[in-house]
């Protein structure tokens, strides 16, 4: 199943397979980082590949915030979720909004969606191009070459009268991780819906996700931190504003 069907059919699911990952935590932990870095003075905050907006419902207590997804029924939860938020259908790799942004963050490995070096260059390009000067970009990349582990495990979650339960095997195929994975849903009424997909996602390094972000002119470095997934942050600043001076 291709990754539009999947979340075509599985969208209203998405939230409880989730519900697990405390995005209230991640929020105010990044929130912290966009204080210390971001040089620009505004509050507009762009989510790219925003799903189900579960990050903008925290996000839009003190930004104004704006959220691009691929899928439309992902963005029909978002829109039932989240009042106050705009949303909007793009690719990360071409959206063009016409205006740009104190913030920029592609969150939960969304960018492995690109599934190239050249493709993850462009994307980046674009999301620098919606970046105001002194503005930030956050991204949550997933594993390197050299931190991924194949393995298998099962996740099950149960709410309101819906049962889910995941099964998923991952494997290396060359610079990517391949996940195989098949869901059950039991809804109310004794109704079963199964869900399979192959999902390849790229295995980039270190220095490609850095060198992305350079040739995109950004001041780019990655942070190794807690409550914001397992694989850190990339964090890049755009020039335009100077940093404040430091009185020694």
């Known amino acids: 199943m291709s990754a539009r069907s999947l979340y075509r059919r599985f969208a209203q699911y998405y939230d409880l397979l989730h519900s697990d990952k405390d995005y209230r935590r991640e929020v105010a932990r990044l929130v912290m980082l966009i204080r210390r870095f971001k040089l620009?003075?505004?509050?507009?905050?762009l989510d790219v590949a925003c799903g189900t907006g579960r990050h903008l419902s925290f996000f839009k207590r003190r930004f104004r915030c704006?959220?691009?997804?691929?899928?439309?029924?992902?963005?029909?939860?978002?829109?039932?979720?989240?009042?106050?938020v705009r949303f909007v259908r793009g690719d990360m790799r071409s959206f063009r909004l016409g205006t740009r942004f104190d913030v920029v963050?592609?969150?939960?490995?969304?960018?492995?969606?690109?599934?190239t070096v050249p493709k993850l260059r462009s994307t980046i390009a674009n999301f620098v191009h919606h970046l105001k000067p002194g503005g930030v970009l956050l991204i949550e990349p997933y594993f390197t070459p050299?931190?991924?582990?194949p393995g298998s495990h099962i996740t099950t979650r149960a709410s309101r009268g819906v049962a889910i339960t995941?099964?998923?095997?991952?494997?290396?195929?060359?610079?990517?991780?391949?996940?195989?994975s098949v869901t059950v849903v039991a809804a109310g009424?004794?109704?079963?819906?199964l869900?399979?997909?192959?999902?390849?996602a790229p295995l980039?390094?270190?220095?490609?996700?850095l060198s992305a972000m350079r040739a995109a002119g950004l001041r780019a470095h990655v942070l190794r931190i807690q409550h914001i997934g397992p694989w850190g942050l990339y964090v890049g600043v755009k020039p335009g504003i100077q940093p404040p001076r430091t009185v020694a």
Do not use: W
Request: aromatic letters at 8%; glycine letters at 12%; one cysteine or more.
């Open 40 to 45: 620009s003075s505004g509050r507009d905050l």
């Open 66 to 84: 704006v959220g691009v997804d691929l899928h439309p029924a992902m963005l029909r939860v978002a829109r039932s979720k989240v009042p106050g």
């Open 105 to 115: 963050t592609c969150l939960y490995s969304s960018i492995t969606y690109v599934r």
């Open 146 to 149: 050299g931190s991924f582990k």
């Open 166 to 180: 995941r099964i998923a095997i991952s494997r290396r195929r060359g610079n990517f991780a391949s996940r195989k």
């Open 189 to 193: 009424g004794g109704d079963l819906a």
């Open 195 to 200: 869900f399979r997909e192959t999902r390849n």
């Open 204 to 209: 980039f390094t270190g220095q490609q996700m």
